[in-house]
């Protein structure tokens, strides 16, 4: 399987790029949110991918951020929705966008998405509310922006939270504000302290 690819950046459009790696192009499928965080022609990029195989075909798909790669594995999970109509959703909705409108069951927000129907909707809904409730899909611009942000003690806070009883998502969301508010990088206890007195 490959995870990720790592390479100069030989041609791209909103849902198809070739990318070389040690003297081989690579075709990779996008869809237009990454190609909007691709740099440009003849730069070094990273692609996170997720390889289809078939008896009649090998496919990569290719994102610029891991929510869109985790997303889009949820999606092609469900019913009737294959790569084409994931890609199709990643490319018309943002991953935390997509993800609110799931939770809350907006049908008029996804039924916007072109090529969902309501019934699709519907089954999205009811396949991908439980998982996605459990997992924290927050955007982020860029594979640095994201490795960035993570850092170890926010990691260890959410952690800790979840141990008592948070989920992730809730765990990173109220991590998230406490660390907009801060001035400075705060240690794992103090993080702790200030999301239980926020969420009392």
Request: charged share 30%.
């Amino acid at each position: 399987m490959i995870a990720y690819l790592e390479g100069k950046l030989v041609e791209k459009n909103p849902t198809l790029l070739i990318l070389e790696v040690n003297g081989v192009g690579y075709c990779v499928n996008i869809p237009v949110s990454t190609y909007s965080n691709l740099g440009e022609i003849g730069q070094m990029v990273k692609v996170l991918t997720y390889q289809q195989v078939r008896e009649d075909e090998l496919k990569l798909f290719g994102f610029s951020t891991r929510p869109e790669k985790e997303l889009f594995g949820l999606l092609i999970s469900v019913n009737g929705v294959g790569p084409k109509v994931a890609l199709s959703i990643l490319s018309c909705i943002p991953v935390g966008e997509f993800q609110r409108s799931v939770l809350q069951e907006d049908l008029d927000a996804l039924t916007s998405i072109s090529g969902i129907g309501k019934k699709t909707a519907q089954r999205l809904i009811v396949e991908l509310k439980e998982k996605l409730g459990k997992v924290d899909l927050g955007e982020r611009k860029d594979l640095r922006e994201e490795e960035a942000i993570l850092t170890p003690a926010v990691d260890e806070a959410a952690l800790a939270l979840m141990s008592l009883g948070y989920t992730k998502v809730d765990a990173r969301k109220a991590l998230d504000k406490v660390t907009d508010q801060a001035k400075e990088a705060l240690p794992v206890e103090e993080l702790i302290k200030r999301v239980l007195k926020y969420t009392k």
